[in-house]
């Protein structure tokens, strides 16, 4: 999910695309009667019920459509989808089921803060971290 307001982007680890496991955790990141953009995925239907949701037609060859002063898309996640793909292929290569969250965690983070300067990007990472030890047993959970 992005905000496109902040440009925040939250990501997370489901075990399938059907609407009894995307309602629950769209439900717990997204404010009530907020406005939400996506694919025509059927599992997305029920959305209008809490939420101002538009949809788009990739399958019509739609990518964006403007609503007046408000464009219509999903191309921010699918931009963000592209870069996780990338950095775990050029990055890591491979990754697995166990650790997903946790690579997703990590591009969500940069994906977030792409527009700040390295050392900024730097120290918020040691505002993250402070007071936090990363102990061998947690990181292979």
């Keep these: 999910m992005v905000n496109r307001e902040t440009g925040e982007v939250r990501a997370l680890k489901v075990a399938s695309a059907e609407k009894s496991i995307l309602l629950p955790k769209i439900a717990l990141n997204v404010k009530d009667g907020s406005t939400i953009c996506t694919d025509t995925l059927h599992a997305y239907k029920d959305l209008k019920k809490f939420y101002k949701h538009h949809t788009i037609k990739h399958e019509a060859g739609v ?11 999903t191309n921010a996640i699918k931009g963000y989808w592209s870069y996780v793909k990338r950095g775990i292929y050029g990055i890591y290569h491979w990754c697995s089921k166990k650790h997903i969250q946790k690579y997703l965690n990590e591009f969500s983070f940069r994906y977030s803060k792409r527009a700040f300067t390295a050392f900024t990007k730097f120290e918020n990472w040691f505002e993250v971290c402070e007071g936090k030890k990363l102990v061998y047993a947690n990181l292979i959970k």
Excluded: D, G, Y
């Excluded at 990518?63 to 898309?73: D, I, Q």
């Design 63 to 73: 990518f964006v459509r403007r609503l007046e002063a408000f464009k219509v898309h």
